[in-house]
């Protein structure tokens, strides 16, 4: 059986590395007789799987041990919420950029609370660009300012990391962590769920300063505070054993391909040939995003009709080119080009782009 080009969104493409590592030692895990997701979370095979994800994510970053990895479920759609209730209060609010689907989510989330703020808004516009620094209403008094750094429906990307002054900055970067290098150190808690860029569904990625974990509310129910994720090395109770010994085959990956600059150069590469089939089209592609807040993860675009939208589709499928269709809040076609995508994969879509319009002009 052939694989295809996966250009979804998410669960994505993984490296075809990982799968066949995983698919190898999945009877008979470390010399233990067992699969790793029939061991124990507290036998040693396994605390050395969560342990190595753990650093090799910090190394990758370039953090150091002022930060920490926390390993928590319920996707990121839970991170919306365990933010305001950790952190936020209605002295000292949530504050947050809405670029998207998703920031927007999370700032629904600080607003049931009673704790939400809106910095910047780009609804208006439909979300075709981020906010300029110079549109963010940043708030002293603010908890934390919320980003969601890569808008995987929209297909927009943050290409300058906010100045907050002393208010600290997170985002929501799962559909780009790790992707290329970013200034992280300016980011007090940044989370990704895992199945855009990282490994399979199951786990989210927080990376959060030590000194600001410390300051989780004391009155919620244990398993919504980030500080018993921290002080149990998120042991507290099972952790999504195969989920993360996934993450940590990926970041392993990373890190042996040439690590965040060398997944920059590949991405920058795969988005330049997309990009460019929709400029070089006359018009025929219309690229939702505006030039300069253009995705380096997913490229969004539209055809001239929905008839040639669903034929694009289903030729493309014929070529190999798997998962295109946009997301039906902004129609059309989205290709996510995630670190596991090829450039040849990018090459094969962008080539039939170019035979595709030139056929159906
Ligand atoms: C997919 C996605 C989410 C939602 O993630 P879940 O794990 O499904 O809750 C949040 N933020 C961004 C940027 C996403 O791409």
């Given at each position: 059986?052939?694989?295809?080009?996966?250009?979804?969104?998410?669960?994505?493409?993984?490296?075809?590395?990982?799968?066949?590592?995983?698919?190898?030692?999945?009877?008979?895990?470390?010399?233990?007789?067992?699969?790793?997701?029939?061991?124990?979370?507290?036998?040693?095979?396994?605390?050395?799987?969560?342990n190595a994800a753990k650093a090799t994510i910090l190394e990758l970053m370039g953090l150091g041990d002022d930060y920490e990895v926390l390993f928590i479920q319920g996707g990121a759609s839970l991170q919306f919420a365990?933010?305001?209730?950790?952190?936020?209060?209605?002295?000292?609010?949530?504050?947050?950029?809405?670029?998207?689907?998703?920031?927007?989510?999370?700032?629904?989330?600080?607003?049931?609370?009673?704790?939400?703020?809106?910095?910047?808004?780009?609804?208006?516009?439909?979300?075709?660009?981020?906010?300029?620094?110079?549109?963010?209403?940043?708030n002293p008094n603010a908890a934390y300012l919320h980003i969601c750094n890569n808008n995987t429906i929209y297909g927009t990307e943050f290409h300058y990391v906010p100045e907050t002054g002393n208010v600290p900055l997170?985002?929501?970067?799962?559909?780009?962590?790790?992707?290329?290098?970013?200034?992280?150190?300016?980011?007090?808690?940044?989370?990704?769920?895992?199945?855009?860029?990282?490994?399979?569904?199951?786990?989210?990625?927080?990376?959060?300063?030590?000194?600001?974990?410390?300051?989780?509310?004391?009155?919620?129910?244990?398993?919504?505070?980030?500080?018993?994720?921290?002080?149990?090395?998120?042991?507290?109770?099972?952790?999504?054993?195969?989920?993360?010994?996934?993450?940590?085959?990926?970041?392993?990956?990373?890190?042996?391909?040439?690590?965040?600059?060398?997944?920059?150069?590949?991405?920058?590469?795969?988005?330049?040939?997309?990009?460019?089939?929709?400029?070089?089209?006359?018009?025929?592609?219309?690229?939702?995003?505006?030039?300069?807040?253009?995705?380096?993860?997913?490229?969004?675009?539209?055809?001239?009709?929905?008839?040639?939208?669903?034929?694009?589709?289903?030729?493309?499928?014929?070529?190999?080119?798997?998962?295109?269709?946009?997301?039906?809040?902004?129609?059309?076609?989205?290709?996510?080009?995630?670190?596991?995508?090829?450039?040849?994969?990018?090459?094969?879509?962008?080539?039939?782009?170019?035979?595709?319009?030139?056929?159906?002009?």
């Open positions: 059986m052939k694989r295809v080009y996966n250009f979804n969104p998410g669960p994505a493409t993984l490296p075809e590395e990982v799968l066949r590592e995983a698919q190898a030692e999945f009877l008979n895990f470390d010399s233990s007789g067992m699969s790793i997701i029939e061991i124990s979370h507290r036998s040693k095979p396994y605390e050395k799987v969560h365990m933010i305001p209730l950790n952190f936020a209060t209605k002295e000292n609010p949530g504050s947050y950029v809405l670029s998207g689907t998703f920031s927007s989510n999370a700032f629904k989330e600080a607003d049931i609370l009673g704790v939400g703020e809106i910095a910047a808004s780009t609804k208006d516009e439909n979300f075709k660009r981020v906010p300029r620094q110079d549109e963010l209403k940043i997170f985002a929501d970067m799962s559909s780009d962590m790790l992707s290329r290098p970013v200034d992280f150190k300016k980011f007090s808690l940044i989370y990704a769920g895992v199945q855009k860029n990282l490994g399979p569904a199951g786990v989210v990625v927080v990376v959060v300063k030590k000194s600001f974990v410390e300051k989780s509310s004391d009155i919620l129910p244990t398993m919504l505070r980030y500080d018993t994720f921290y002080k149990k090395n998120s042991l507290y109770n099972t952790p999504p054993a195969f989920s993360i010994y996934m993450v940590g085959k990926v970041v392993e990956w990373i890190k042996n391909s040439g690590g965040l600059a060398e997944m920059a150069r590949r991405n920058q590469i795969k988005a330049k040939l997309l990009y460019d089939a929709i400029d070089n089209s006359d018009g025929f592609y219309r690229g939702h995003a505006d030039k300069d807040s253009r995705s380096f993860m997913n490229v969004t675009f539209r055809l001239p009709n929905e008839e040639l939208e669903k034929k694009f589709v289903a030729e493309a499928l014929q070529k190999n080119l798997s998962g295109v269709k946009g997301h039906r809040s902004v129609g059309g076609m989205r290709a996510s080009i995630y670190n596991a995508m090829p450039i040849e994969g990018a090459e094969i879509l962008a080539d039939f782009m170019d035979k595709f319009r030139k056929s159906n002009v």
